[in-house]
């Protein structure tokens, strides 16, 4: 049962142009947002987050969106640099007020190749 | 500030050993989270630890464990290697009590043979 799955596996984009990575969830009881990049045999490293009470959260080159209507969320990176090819993961937790099962658990979803080609 | 440390970086076991994987978070952060990566599962929680207690678990058989320490350091435990343990182990920190930004250590890699 894949709570997050981001449905494209990979990306290709020109340097300078705006990637958009994709997310969706199921889980309801998620209300808090998260995505990494990730380069091979390195850790994840975070990027950005958004809380479910927000629709849009930027940092710099970095804008998520969150629809929860829809219970979609999106990465929008302008404008894309070579730097950023790279494994992106979204993640979702249950936030910081839930308890119980939720403590410290991101759930992940399988992540989606980008890359920025000069 | 140090990021998360991890140690160490490579380890081979044989089938039927056991490892044990060690985590030091941030300074100040006392939650500590473990990730198991593999490429056919992805990302999958294992525990959570917050002032040495350990407030949750994944869906992994008894023979992971894990402790945490007072210093907030953690360690993580596996029992009676199997080929399928061979995976990157990620150990992740946050200041907060649950689920929001957690920064990851370089993990360690496991191959077991």
């Known amino acids: 049962d894949q709570q997050v799955k981001q449905n494209s596996p990979s990306l290709s984009v020109q340097e300078g142009r705006i990637s958009i990575l994709n997310c969706d969830y199921t889980?309801?009881?998620?209300?808090?947002f998260l995505w990494y990049k990730k380069y091979p045999a390195e850790g994840p490293t975070f990027l950005i987050s958004?809380?479910?009470?927000?629709d849009k959260n930027e940092d710099g080159r970095f804008t998520v969106f969150l629809n929860k209507s829809a219970k979609h969320l999106s990465l929008h990176i302008v404008p894309s640099q070579p730097g950023d090819s790279a494994v992106y993961f979204c993640?979702?937790?249950?936030?910081?007020?839930?308890?119980?099962?939720?403590?410290?658990?991101?759930?992940f979803g399988q992540g989606t190749i980008l890359t920025v080609h000069p | 500030k140090a990021g998360v440390t991890q140690t160490p970086r490579y380890l081979i076991k044989t089938r039927g050993q056991q490892v044990t994987l060690s985590c030091s978070p941030i300074?100040?952060?006392?939650?500590v989270s473990w990730y198991q990566q593999t490429p056919g599962q992805g990302l999958q929680f294992l525990f959570e630890y917050f002032s040495e207690t350990q407030r949750n678990k994944g869906n992994f058989p008894g023979r992971f464990s894990g402790r945490q320490f007072s210093n907030s350091r953690s360690e993580m435990n596996v029992s009676t290697l199997e080929l399928g343990d061979s995976a990157l182990y990620l150990c992740a920190s946050s200041f907060r009590a649950s689920g929001t930004e957690a920064f990851f250590g370089q993990g360690t890699r496991l191959t077991v043979v």
């Open positions: 889980n309801s009881m998620f209300d808090y």
């Open positions: 958004i809380s479910s009470i927000k």
């Open positions: 993640a979702a937790s249950q936030g910081p007020n839930a308890g119980g099962t939720s403590y410290g658990k991101l759930t």
């Open positions: 300074s100040g952060h006392r939650s």
